[in-house]
């Protein structure tokens, strides 16, 4: 029989304010434990809790990036158990009366068609603070650090619309990308300012029944998404080929194993007594407040992608890529600005720049070659100083020592050599020092044209400008 | 009479004239505190030296003529409920042992901005789970009126300490009637605001959407005073009111003439105490004899007023008491079996009966197939409380009744019985529900010595009219000039 896999994600993203949700301690990470913490965080008796301005805003940010109906009142709830990571034995976030509805994030399914896959809520709610285990002075006790605690967080819950890893992994692309966009999160997957689980389920396809899910975690990366739920899928086919019943269970992923195994059943499940929070007043939104953060969101991914097919001409393939980050994004029309050829400005980030970025291991922001200086070697390109080959190792070089293209060109004397009369000097050598295949070519084998032109370029360090190489050989060798 | 015995209000115009200093005074106090406390037991902590050092600086700014308020130099107590920085706050329970605030709550704040010197911190029912103090984790406290009985509760620390003259007034909180109730079993003045016209930042919560501070006083009038101190909002308390704070003592005329008061045909009930209902009886006629109108209002919620309270205020203290786990402050009881016997053991030695008993009853209505039908429901109910209240008030401008069914009851006759225990909050509970302003006042004696309290609810932010009318009786009666017989505390009877 055949199966198709029902899967919905649960995305949490941790917020860029500087401020954490309740109170005014700093979101900064990777500091020493505990340094970043007042009585509100720690849960101190007596102290109450007051919601960052920053965070609602940056919550109707994505909700509204997302097609989300905004609640004009949403309800904080407190979700109580007990932890030693979580202060005040609850935490606070949402419960039935969400801050956003029914929205949507499109995206590629790997076939290249687009896929609409429905978002049924995002919520703000705050984090809870990390153990460490084994780190105190003897190795069975466990130390809390709070840093994180009240940290600002989005839920962003997805309809079961995914029905494959892959397409899995593209929503979560499609979704991160989105938070970059709008500067509201880092999309750090292994830091966990992003962070994913997913409820899992097969059935016999074409059926509309949903089968027994599963809720797998801790998967913090693309590549452990895909296998995680790749794994999961597969184990839950086998159970059912195998008359066995899929458990309704919690399930962690492990990455060193590739598989999940079971954390707690359905049994097991916690009752969170959720109860609206008292000591905050219902998050109330009017129109107006909304419609301002709409008016000052920005061009959004699958917007952008669009405009660049079609201002600047570009395949799909090539507007993907460039809109795939916004500062990419920004780089290429900073360059088309200043060079206005798209499509060669395209071909050059998208084989060179980026080839190279990678090989340093650097992000955009670090690049040492900005657009003024990217664009000026492909004016240097195109006003034939130097050759394309060039030009790569010219870029290579300006990668390296952080110089400019003309700098490195009169340094290493490698402007390209378009003067007829000291190229044919240089012809003229080749053809007398290779008496047989001029011999050959005559007869016909005019392939060995290119043999010729390689001559010529390895005798000129890859100067001569190669049309002009081209012509003059055609000539000589009639 | 003693001058510890005097009103806030006189000693702020003795002090502001110079004849007398907040270091005399405040020593005074002290001296008080160290004939009668070591049987009343008020007090949990004494901040002996830190109250020096404040009445020192405040008689400084009283010479200075610097930013002076009627409570510059006063000795001021406060409920152990409330944060204070540097000194030990235990909310009556052994959870918190060792646990030393880094923070003052907003009231404290705002007290010791005012110039108020901070005598110490008092005794009361353990969270504010109780109404007779016997709940305190340490000790129950006397009345000062008969040290064979309770003081009444939660505040019951306050009540007694200001009864007794241990301090010239307190600061309490109410979240079912732990003011107005020890207020009037110990003879004094009690308020509690509108819910949200006090800043509950540092004010360890037991029900948070019930939870309000106020002063306890010997008069109105410093209740009045005090409330313009402490009240305002508060940009750490989210729902702390953007309501004006007025000059409440300006209000206070003694002209209550066509005023309209109701009385609530619910409220004189069956249970009511003979003789607290005919001290109520007398005291409607002595308002009818100041010109105010008398009506009949009805309240027709009111029967459920018990049980929505002990749904609402137990599922939110048990989640607000999870915090108590051993892990960040407090007692940690550590007997090295693993994270859950930590929980179970901190909890079960720090936690006394009456608050595990709420604790459980709280989580049961939270919990899953449970929640619709009580907390839910509770809700729903609450909401119609308050309708009633809103339509009461369409006919009259402030509500009488009794503050207690009965006045001050024996040490340990309800302490097995918590049923009986919950009626005595059965005229004070509405309030909270309904978020509204009350006041508990002196209204008469029974044959026995026991003073009887008589309560006035007021609309929502409406604590002008309640300390108004509370102003003229007093002034037309002479029952909270009483004192206690201290005799029998200083073991001469």
């Known amino acids: 029989m055949e199966y198709e896999a029902v899967i919905g994600l649960e995305v949490h993203a941790q917020l ?31 102290v109450l809790p007051v ?52 929205g949507h994030i499109d995206t590629e399914t790997p076939d290249g068609r687009t896929k609409r896959v429905g978002i049924t809520r995002i919520h703000i709610e705050e984090d809870a603070g990390k153990l460490l285990h084994g780190e105190g002075d003897d190795e069975a006790s466990s130390l809390v650090d709070f840093n994180r605690a009240g940290m600002p967080l989005i839920e962003i819950v997805s309809e079961p619309h995914i029905s494959s890893p892959e397409e899995a992994v593209s929503y979560l692309k499609a979704l991160r990308d989105i938070l970059l966009y709008l500067e509201i999160c880092d999309g750090n997957m292994q830091e966990g300012s992003l962070r994913c689980d997913a409820n899992v389920s097969v059935r016999p396809k074409g059926t509309k029944e949903f089968g027994t899910k599963t809720e797998v975690k801790n998967m913090n990366s693309f590549k452990f998404l895909k296998d995680a739920l790749t794994y999961e899928i597969a184990r839950q086919i086998g159970l059912m080929e195998g008359g066995e019943r899929v458990v309704q269970e919690t399930r962690l992923f492990e990455p060193s194993t590739g598989r999940t195994r079971s954390m707690r059943t359905k049994e097991e499940a916690h009752d969170y007594r959720y109860f609206p ?107 034939g100083r130097i050759s394309g080959k060039i030009a790569k190792e010219v870029l290579e070089e300006m990668f390296a020592t952080g110089k400019d293209a003309e700098a490195i060109i009169e340094e290493k004397g490698l402007s390209q050599i378009s003067d007829e009369s000291e190229l044919l000097q240089v012809v003229d050598r080749i053809i007398a020092d290779n008496p047989e295949n001029v011999e050959r070519y005559r007869a016909g084998k005019t392939k060995l044209l290119g043999f010729f032109v390689g001559e010529v370029m390895k005798a000129t360090r890859g100067k001569a400008n190669p049309q002009l190489v081209n012509r003059l050989l055609k000539e000589r060798l009639g | 009479m003693d001058v510890v015995e005097l009103n806030g209000w006189e000693l702020a115009e003795k002090l502001k004239g110079g004849e007398i200093t907040s270091r005399a005074l405040t020593e005074a106090y002290l001296e008080r505190i160290d004939a009668i406390d070591g049987r009343l037991r008020a007090y949990i ?76 911190k008092l005794n009361m029912d353990e969270f504010a789970m109780g109404s007779s103090t016997e709940n305190s984790a340490f000790f129950p406290t006397l009345n000062p009126w008969d040290p064979g009985r309770v003081p009444g509760g939660s505040s019951g620390g306050s009540a007694a300490a200001v009864s007794s003259a241990e301090c010239v007034l307190s600061i309490g909180t109410d979240t079912g009637g732990s003011i107005r109730q020890p207020a009037a079993l110990c003879g004094v003045v009690g308020l509690k605001p509108t819910y949200g016209l006090v800043s509950r930042y540092g004010m360890i919560a037991f029900a948070s959407s019930l939870d309000q501070a106020g002063p306890i006083a010997r008069c109105v009038r410093d209740c009045a005073i005090t409330l313009t101190l402490i009240a305002g909002r508060d940009p750490k308390d989210s729902t702390s009111l953007h309501a004006p704070v007025h000059e409440y003592e300006s209000h206070l005329d003694g002209n209550i003439k066509g005023m309209k008061i109701g009385i609530p045909e619910e409220y004189f009930i069956e249970g009511l105490h003979p003789e607290v209902e005919k001290a109520v009886g007398e005291s409607i006629r002595v308002l009818e004899g100041l010109g105010a109108e008398c009506v009949e209002v009805s309240l027709p919620h009111t029967e459920y007023a018990v049980s ?61 197939g449970y929640y619709e039908a009580y907390y839910r429901k509770a809700s729903q109910v609450r909401t119609l409380m308050k309708r009633d209240f809103e339509e009461a008030f369409r006919m009259c401008d402030v509500i009488l009744t009794p503050t207690s069914p009965t006045p001050a009851f024996r040490l340990g006759e309800r302490l097995s019985d918590p049923l009986t225990m919950y009626l005595s909050d059965i005229f004070t509970i509405s309030c909270n529900l309904a978020g509204i302003p009350g006041i508990s006042v002196p209204c008469g004696f029974t044959e026995e010595g026991l003073p009887l309290g008589l309560q006035f609810l007021g609309r929502f932010l409406d604590e002008i009219s309640i300390l108004k009318v509370a102003h003229a009786y007093e002034e037309a009666t002479e029952w909270h000039k009483k004192r206690p017989p201290l005799g029998k505390l200083l073991g001469e009877g």
Request: charged share 25%.
């Open chain 1, 277 to 383: 929070e008292p000591d905050l007043l219902p998050l109330v939104l009017e129109d107006e407040e909304i419609e301002a953060i709409g008016v000052m969101l920005p061009e959004l991914p699958a917007q952008k992608k669009t405009r660049f097919m079609e201002e600047y001409g570009l395949p799909s393939y090539d507007a993907g890529i460039l809109t795939s980050s916004k500062r990419l994004a920004d780089f290429y029309e900073e360059c088309v600005g200043l060079f206005n050829e798209p499509k060669t400005v395209s071909n050059w980030i998208m084989s060179e720049l980026l080839r190279l970025l990678k090989e340093h291991n650097i992000s955009m922001e670090e690049s040492p070659v900005g657009a003024e200086r990217f664009t000026a070697l492909l004016k240097l390109l195109k006003g």
């Open chain 2, 45 to 120: 902590t004494v901040c002996r030296e830190e109250a020096l050092r404040q009445a020192d600086e405040a008689d400084r700014r009283l010479r200075e003529k610097e930013g002076i308020t009627p409570l510059t130099g006063m000795p001021v107590a406060l409920k152990d409920i409330f944060s204070t920085k540097g000194i030990k706050t235990t909310c009556g329970s052994r959870i918190l042992e060792g646990y030393i605030p880094p923070f003052d709550a907003t009231v404290v704040e705002r007290l010791k901005g005012a110039g108020a010197v901070i005598i110490g």
């Open chain 1, 51 to 102: 919601i960052n301005e920053k965070a609602v805003e940056y919550a109707i940010r994505m909700a509204l990036a997302t097609d989300c109906r905004i609640n004009h009142r949403s309800v904080f709830a407190r979700k109580n158990y007990f932890y030693p990571d979580l202060p005040k034995g609850y935490q606070i976030s949402q419960y039935d009366e969400p801050l956003a509805e029914a």
């Open chain 2, 308 to 368: 929505v309270y002990y749904l609402v205020a137990t599922s939110e203290a048990s989640s607000n008491l999870a915090r108590y786990d051993g892990v960040k402050y407090g007692l940690r009881v550590d007997e090295g079996g693993g994270l859950l016997d930590m929980y179970k053991l901190t909890r079960d030695r720090g936690f006394g009966a009456e608050v595990k008993r709420r604790i459980m009853l709280g989580t049961y209505s939270l919990s899953a």
């Open chain 1, 16 to 46: 860029l304010t500087r401020s954490k949700l309740f109170c005014g301690c700093s979101t900064t990470f990777g500091r020493p434990p505990n340094t970043q913490v007042c009585p509100v965080c720690l849960g101190m008796p007596g």
